[in-house]
């Protein structure tokens, strides 16, 4: 945003609103006190996924402007980061291999018994 004031006055608050939540903004070039010819605030942020509106609002201590007047500006509308290529079937890969380690560890703690009948018609474990 470029605060512009013909009198010569420092802002005493530049402010973006974002979904309702006000933020104060920083001079971009902390040295330009020149604000007659405009000096640029900037305001930085991660906005999370879906539609999002804002506003501005700054004053010099006597007057008060808000940036649209009535309303708001729509957007951005932010979308979610596209998947990372291959990172899903690494955990799949990393997931198969741990439960390929528990099996076999199971194995080794729990050893099958085997049941079969002898020519006699009697259970032998094996």
Same mark, same amino acid.
């Given at each position: 945003m470029t605060y512009v004031n013909i009198d010569n006055l420092a802002p005493t608050y530049i402010q973006v609103v974002i979904d309702g939540t006000a933020y104060d903004m920083t001079k971009q070039n902390s040295t330009d006190n020149d604000y007659t010819d405009g000096c640029l605030y900037f305001y930085t942020t991660q906005l999370s996924s879906g539609t999002h509106d804002y506003h501005f609002k700054a004053s010099d201590g006597i007057h008060t402007l808000r940036?649209?007047? @009535?309303?708001?500006?729509?957007g951005p509308n932010v979308s979610a980061p596209p998947p990372i290529p291959g990172f899903n079937w690494i955990f799949t890969i990393l997931g198969l291999i741990a439960l390929i380690w528990m099996l076999s560890r199971w194995a080794q703690i729990n050893p099958r @018994?085997?049941?079969?009948? $002898?020519? #006699?018609? #009697? $259970? #032998?474990? #094996?």
């Open positions: 940036e649209p007047a @009535l309303g708001q500006f729509i @018994l085997y049941y079969r009948k $002898d020519n #006699n018609g #009697n $259970d #032998n474990v #094996n």
